[in-house]
């Protein structure tokens, strides 16, 4: 009779308790031909624990008569995550307030479409999330065929952005998707990130050569989707690259994101160092660096109102993180010592 046996697979998608996975070998080359399917162990539930998400590698119990279950999540290398003000997922210990959407990326294509969903402020949030993660932000613009001033956005994306590659495509006609080679290599990971109706799924299908994910229509009124993609998945692409698609996400919000915001807006933080007083708020004092570029036009209003809206829900979120840290605390020593919570 034979017995079961533990192996590392990689989590290719997640529905609800139910988890898909691709074995690996010792190398973690992921055999894309042989999907498990896989649910968490018990220990998931009664300890708490984070599950698995889209791009984990785990631990798995293989079983020949039922599903395989997954026992240990291995450390990842790079983490997307968001706030999450709904809750954490029933059955697990409620004292999460930020979602982990996906993990073990190499780059991270920030879509948005130049047409009304063309947001400097929701790409800097996006850029300063990728860059605290250690990944590559490569900020893609879609829909050029639409926009009459393409070369322009992009000039202003990049001054916005400058730790970020940017690149205007179409997907309709084909303009600037040969730029987009450089990161498709095999073994590779990208992950997929954009509002809804940005053309995420157009894009993943001309890419691949083949469809792949269905497309939506977007509202003419103001042109926003409806949710293509319904749950995270990775793909493998025909040249062998993997791609991470996710929910639209009509929001992103900043969590512990220090690193990541100052890096993103470097040109701001540099002014900070040429202010005539080391603790200057930068609201009346004379002397201020900030306060001259602004009256000069050097640095604008609303890149300035951004990096402290960033900087604003940063704190919010560490505050949060504190809270959820004497919580955890308190939940662990009344369950160490039996106490019915």
Request: aromatic share 8%; glycine share 8%; hydrophobic share 35%.
């Amino acid at each position: 009779m034979k017995t079961n046996n533990t192996i590392t697979a990689r989590v290719s998608c997640v529905q609800k308790n139910l988890f898909s996975l691709l074995p690996c070998d010792d190398s973690k080359g992921v055999n894309s031909e042989k999907e498990l399917l896989g649910k968490l162990k018990g220990k998931f539930y009664n300890l708490g624990l984070e599950p698995p998400v889209v791009g984990d590698y785990v631990k798995v119990i293989t079983n020949e008569y039922g599903d395989a279950l997954i026992d240990e999540v291995l450390p990842r290398n790079t983490v997307f995550k968001r706030p999450n003000r709904s809750g954490h997922a029933e059955g697990f210990v409620k004292n999460l307030l930020e979602e982990t959407i996906v993990s073990n990326f190499d780059y991270v294509f920030i879509v948005t479409s130049l047409n009304q969903d063309y947001s400097e402020n929701r790409i800097a949030r996006y850029v300063s999330i990728t860059l605290n993660t250690g990944a590559k932000p490569v900020v893609i613009l879609s829909k050029a065929d639409l926009c009459d001033d393409v070369e322009l956005k992009v000039e202003i994306t990049q001054a916005v952005c400058d730790k970020a590659d940017v690149i205007a495509i179409s997907s309709l006609t084909g303009y600037g998707i040969e730029k987009l080679e450089p990161y498709m290599q095999k073994d590779k990971t990208i992950a997929l990130v954009g509002s809804s109706g940005v053309g995420k799924s157009t894009l993943l299908n001309t890419l691949n050569g083949g469809d792949l994910m269905k497309v939506n229509q977007i509202r003419d009124s103001d042109g926003k989707g409806r949710h293509t993609t319904t749950y995270r998945q990775l793909f493998q692409l025909q040249n062998g690259a993997w791609i991470m698609d996710t929910p639209g996400l009509r929001e992103i919000g900043v969590l512990d994101m220090e690193e990541g915001i100052d890096e993103t807006f470097s040109d701001v933080v540099e002014l900070f160092d040429q202010c005539k007083f080391n603790d200057c708020s930068h609201t009346n004092e004379p002397g201020c660096a900030v306060l001259a570029a602004l009256a000069d036009g050097t640095l604008s209003e609303e890149r300035w109102a951004t990096y402290q809206q960033l900087h604003q829900e940063n704190e919010w979120g560490k505050a949060k993180m504190m809270q959820i840290a004497k919580f955890t605390r308190e939940y662990q020593k009344n369950r160490y010592w039996g106490w019915d919570l």
